[in-house]
DNA sequence: TTGTAGGCGTTATCAG
DNA sequence: CTGATAACGCCTACAA
């Protein structure tokens, strides 16, 4: 008995295709995923048949038979501010070029909720991952070693961690940047840092900080250091307790520019000039760290080359080409102004 | 002859897993889905032998059986920016409450890359689609309506456009803001635009200045109108351009909020009090609006509400239950400091 | 160049 | 409560 025709209002599929096109369902296939293997007459009639019907693949399926996705995963802390956007969007840019389609997930930096995403893009068929940072559960690497499923790490660079990774050295970073506000004089320093205990990105410029204070002759010790969500509001409130202290510092470096711009509003909410009475730095340069005024001085992540890197590196390992194990490139200092001498100058 | 041991590195599937746990597949499918149909002695042998083997079910089999996703998409503008971040952050949010996960493409403000994005979203399983505005091609709404892909429109309101929506009037809402600044005296006003020949909100909003001048006494012939992409660089060189008539605005009206944090930087580049010699607004309040200084004065736009509302919508669509066509949320103006009284007021 | 047919990993409908 | 078994839509040798 022949098939009934398609009902009305009916998904079409590759059956639907070729009873009306009047060739096989292996014909269809083919005009899909290898068209120059099939006759140009064939292939106008099938296409005819497949804009007619709106067809389009069902993904399950073809992933099914084909066992591949095409697909790769990205999950990052966050996706209500910039810091990461304009990485993914070089990413995905890439991965496009290769045929390959990006599912996203934010983790909101909490590592047990990074934990199910990275199960569910896996079981949503992610054949590899970007994951930000080294700090996760080894549960979950474990995870990804088991199904195999290739992945780079991004945003940081830690030497010998044995692991796939594309990004930069935090604590050099930080400590370049530390150095420079040193030479302008300033002794007394704070920190506003992100969240060290689940942020290894947070606790490497910490450490910056600190190595650069040694190297320069002063004491680590002496470092007002306290911590804050990455939000501006957190940022700004804790610029403001570090400023009510009986010695406030001359520059107040921040974990980020997220927080920087919050405590650069509360600066100016003080009452007080930047870089005039103190001096603000933030860190990952995004756009508005550009657009606030005075500028913020920051650390130029290079984000482009990260997202970039990170699908390149991928489609080699799912291609099972070598590719670079831990890439390391260079973040640069951006000089803007609300980075001054110290106003007690040596 | 009794199936081969899997092979060491092999993806455990469900057969692998009945077999450890000497139950037949349909009971471990039962232990994954319906846990309280099975007994608890069955269901503890079946989940060990699903942790030892690090088991997890392959998305596309999984959509292929059981004829449904549970995933959603979303295709917004930009992700570069924080414009439509935290409306799609509470749209994932409401989401997973009801066990759906997301997938996110994101167009480039590119109405060919939309409707590419369109089809392979729904290819991918979506199995309804969260938009952004009403300018599409024909194509597209006849692809969704063929495969009854139940789809929302947000960000815009039109009433009688026919189509699901959750969003707000941007012309009353710029028209509202526009008010205000004629209240304050300006009678010279520039509107640097977003492209509206393939986005309706920047044209909507473009309608609410003229139609708030015709309102109030205005002609809006004098309008000075220019317009620009959603850059920052792009509305600082608009405002330069605006800003060197011979007889440039008391205010210059923006868009969004990333346009005129680009004009507001321009204006301090070129010694310009805001505002003391030009008033300058924005729209949309992303974070950045309220730490730029001045603040900017914008328009609120209900984010969360939408992307909340939007969730709930195609979830009931998607349950067969009718859903609320054509949501009108408001939009309310926020008073910050880059607004002031005409300098040379009535 | 085209068609045939087997199988991919799950779910769901039946019996037992 | 559990076990066979037939789909699900597509890809891909293998044959013709």
Chains 1, 2 share one sequence.
């Not at 009306?20 to 099939?38: I, K």
């Not at 590592?111 to 549960?139: K, M």
């Not at 290739?150 to 990004?167: E, L």
């Not at 990455?230 to 409130?237: K, Q």
């Amino acid at each position: 008995m022949p098939d009934a025709p398609p009902h009305e209002n009916a998904i079409p599929t590759l059956q639907d295709v070729a009873r009306r096109a009047g060739v096989s369902t292996a014909t269809v296939s083919r005009c899909l995923n290898a068209p120059q293997q099939v006759s140009a007459k064939t292939r106008d009639s099938v296409m005819a048949a497949v804009n007619a019907l709106g067809y389009a693949p069902n993904f399950g399926a073809r992933a099914l038979a084909a066992k591949r996705t095409n697909t790769f995963g990205a999950i990052v802390p966050t996706m209500r501010n910039a810091i990461f956007a304009e990485g993914l969007q070089a990413f995905q840019e890439e991965l496009g070029a290769h045929g390959v389609t990006l599912l996203v997930a934010s983790s909101s930096y909490r590592p047990d909720l990074e934990a199910d995403q990275i199960r569910a893009l896996v079981a949503r068929g992610a054949a590899a991952l970007l994951l930000i940072g080294h700090d996760r559960d080894p549960e979950s690497y474990a995870f990804l070693e088991k199904r195999q499923v290739p992945y780079v790490i991004t945003w940081a660079h830690n030497k010998g961690s044995g692991k796939t990774s594309i990004g930069f050295d935090n604590t050099r970073a930080m400590a370049d940047l530390t150095g420079e506000v040193i030479a302008l004089g300033h002794r007394r320093l704070a920190l506003i840092a992100g969240e060290r205990s689940t942020n290894d990105r947070a606790r490497d410029r910490a450490t910056g900080v600190a190595q650069a204070m040694a190297a320069n002759g002063l004491d680590p010790s002496d470092l007002i250091l306290t911590e804050a969500p990455y939000r501006p509001d957190a940022g700004a409130a804790a610029f403001g307790d570090v400023m009510a202290r009986l010695v406030p510092p001359t520059a107040v470096l921040c974990g980020n520019d997220v927080i920087a711009a919050g405590a650069l509003r509360q600066a100016h909410a003080m009452g007080l000039d930047v870089p005039g009475d103190v001096s603000i730095t933030g860190f990952d340069n995004i756009e508005l760290a550009g657009l606030l005024s005075p500028g913020l001085p920051t650390v130029a992540v290079p984000h482009r080359d990260m997202g970039r890197g990170a699908a390149r590196t991928l489609v080699d390992l799912c291609n099972g080409r070598p590719a670079g194990r831990e890439i390391e490139l260079t973040a640069q200092i951006t000089w803007r102004a609300s980075l001054g001498p110290a106003p007690d100058g040596p």
